[in-house]
């Protein structure tokens, strides 16, 4: 019987939110409205911004009707911790991209990190891009260190510079045309300190496609004003999810408990420490991280970062971050 109902539904994405109404494009890339009735309103499963949906067409009405919601691969939330409750605001998103800016304002030791922990919170594969290279002052900060010490994550960085047309990468073996490459016909945001280039990154991937300040769409295709609603911008050679509920760097809603598991690279060498308590270093013997001084300086880094969020996310009681 539900193999008989699936077959009379047809399968969309919802690219821009609303309360009872979403903006939806098909598999043929026909965009539509369609209502939602029910529980699909409610809950931590309400349709969000990125969600794959079954629909039909009424059939008393012109309407289209969301019936169903796919199985989403991951979810873009927050605990709201004074409501006690997880808000979801995305889904189904391919790559988080990590956007740094090398030059006003110049990279924050420990940025880089704190992005990563919501990547692997919300599992999204994370890319680190480092703009506004060709201002690059090796003294000031070191990308290639900074390549070096996510090399154990697997996480791809990138040497760019979004305004100056003519740079091509001369310090990470990665450059744009490599991440044109790699967002192709992908699903992607973007998280990064105020002034890192995101609006003239994001036109110069899109070929000038894009103009993400004013939400303008260039070549024929159709504008929109800025909004706070969450959305997916048709970037032309892949999707951009644009929503108000990735711009907070506050990791307040992060249990503490939790913490070290969104540091893979270090999770390993925890599990190794005799203490239950441990403190975490490369001096006290029985510590997990005291057998691997040969690699300290890398490691390191990473490790004053988890300690630091340790203090911040250790603010909040656990016991309020229920949901």
Same mark, same amino acid.
């Given at each position: 019987m539900r193999e008989k109902l699936l077959s009379q539904l047809y399968k969309a994405r919802i690219t821009r939110s609303g309360q009872k109404s979403f903006d939806c494009k098909n598999e043929y890339g026909q965009e539509f409205k369609?209502?939602?009735?029910?529980?699909?309103?409610? !809950?931590?499963?309400?349709l969000v /911004?990125?969600?794959?949906?079954?629909?039909?067409?009424?059939?008393?009405?012109d309407e289209f009707i969301i019936k169903e919601l796919i199985p989403r691969s991951n979810e873009i939330f927050r605990v709201i911790v004074r409501e006690n409750k997880k808000k979801v605001t995305a889904a189904n998103c391919d790559h988080l991209i990590i956007l740094n800016s090398v030059s006003k304002p110049i990279l924050k030791t420990g940025i880089i990190d704190r992005f990563l922990?919501?990547?692997?919170?919300?599992?999204?594969?994370?890319? =680190? =891009?480092?703009?506004?290279?060709?201002?690059?002052?090796?003294?000031?900060?070191? =990308? /290639?260190?900074?390549?070096?010490?996510?090399?154990?994550?697997?996480?791809?960085?990138?040497?760019?510079?979004?305004?100056d047309i003519e740079y091509k990468n001369l310090h990470l073996e990665l450059g744009i045309e490599d991440l044109k490459e790699k967002l192709q016909? +992908?699903?992607?945001?973007?998280?990064?300190?105020?002034?890192?280039?995101?609006?003239?990154?994001i036109s110069r991937l899109s070929a000038g496609f894009v103009d993400l300040k004013?939400? +303008? /769409?260039? +070549? !024929?295709?159709?504008?929109?004003?800025?909004?706070?609603?969450?959305?997916?911008?048709?970037?032309?050679?892949?999707?951009?999810?644009?929503?108000?509920?990735?711009?907070?760097?506050?990791?307040?809603d992060v249990r503490?408990?939790?913490?070290?598991?969104?540091?893979?690279?270090?999770?390993?060498?925890?599990?190794?420490?005799?203490?239950?308590?441990?403190?975490?270093?490369?001096?006290?013997p029985g510590c997990g991280f005291f057998q691997h001084k040969s690699i300290c300086n890398l490691?390191?880094?990473?490790?004053?970062?988890? +300690?630091k969020l340790l203090v911040e996310v250790s603010e909040t009681p656990e016991w309020n971050k229920k949901m």
């Open positions: 369609a209502k939602a009735l029910g529980s699909l309103l409610k !809950g931590q499963d309400s /911004v990125g969600d794959y949906i079954f629909y039909q067409k009424s059939e008393t009405t922990v919501r990547a692997y919170q919300w599992g999204i594969e994370p890319i =680190v =891009v480092f703009n506004k290279m060709d201002q690059y002052d090796p003294s000031k900060c070191d =990308v /290639v260190f900074e390549s070096e010490r996510l090399k154990s994550l697997g996480v791809s960085c990138y040497d760019i510079s979004a305004k016909d +992908k699903t992607t945001i973007f998280l990064g300190q105020s002034g890192v280039g995101k609006s003239k990154t004013t939400k +303008k /769409v260039g +070549k !024929g295709g159709k504008g929109s004003h800025a909004t706070t609603w969450s959305e997916i911008i048709d970037c032309q050679a892949f999707d951009l999810i644009d929503s108000p509920g990735i711009r907070s760097f506050s990791l307040e503490a408990s939790e913490l070290m598991g969104y540091f893979p690279d270090l999770e390993p060498y925890s599990l190794q420490c005799k203490f239950k308590d441990c403190a975490h270093d490369f001096e006290t490691l390191n880094s990473r490790l004053e970062s988890y +300690k």
